[in-house]
């Protein structure tokens, strides 16, 4: 502990200096690799979940490796939401490509593909229904090739 001159003898400023320097390390380490808690590639995984829910990531669960996907692509994704190129962007992270749209008797029909056998259709609808408006009736079919 480097204290100025006229502290240096005093033992009560020392262990004041000593006690506040070991309550702050904490912080300060933290502020220092906060990238790191906030890169999806690199967070621990009990920090997904908190960056999950700041950026509208489905609530259901899903492979570490998909929302780390998922989380890479939220920034773009957020900035297109409601658009066909943000639906596509969301759908990939999520094992699902998307096909077209087509309008059916008020009802707004999606085609997708999986691209990943182990998608979750539960997950494409939900992400789905992030992009539509409010009170659109919206149907999925799933493409089989």
Do not use: K
Request: charged residues 20%; aromatic residues 6%.
């Amino acid at each position: 502990m480097n204290l100025p001159a006229v502290l240096a003898d005093d033992r009560v400023a020392q262990a004041f200096a000593a006690g506040l320097c070991a309550m702050v390390r904490p912080a300060a380490e933290a502020l220092d690799n906060l990238e790191y808690y906030l890169d999806p590639a690199t967070t621990p995984g009990p920090m997904l979940d908190w960056l999950a829910a700041g950026a509208r990531i489905p609530p259901h669960s899903v492979p570490e490796a998909q929302l780390r996907a998922a989380l890479t692509v939220a920034g773009t994704v957020n900035r297109r939401r409601g658009t066909a190129a943000g639906l596509a962007t969301d759908l990939s992270a999520y094992g699902w490509e998307y096909l077209s749209w087509a309008d059916s008797s008020g009802t707004l029909l999606v085609r997708l593909r999986r691209t990943v056998p182990a998608a979750d259709r539960e997950v494409a609808t939900w992400v789905v229904g992030q992009h539509m408006p409010a009170g659109l009736l919206v149907e999925i079919e799933e493409d089989p090739s």
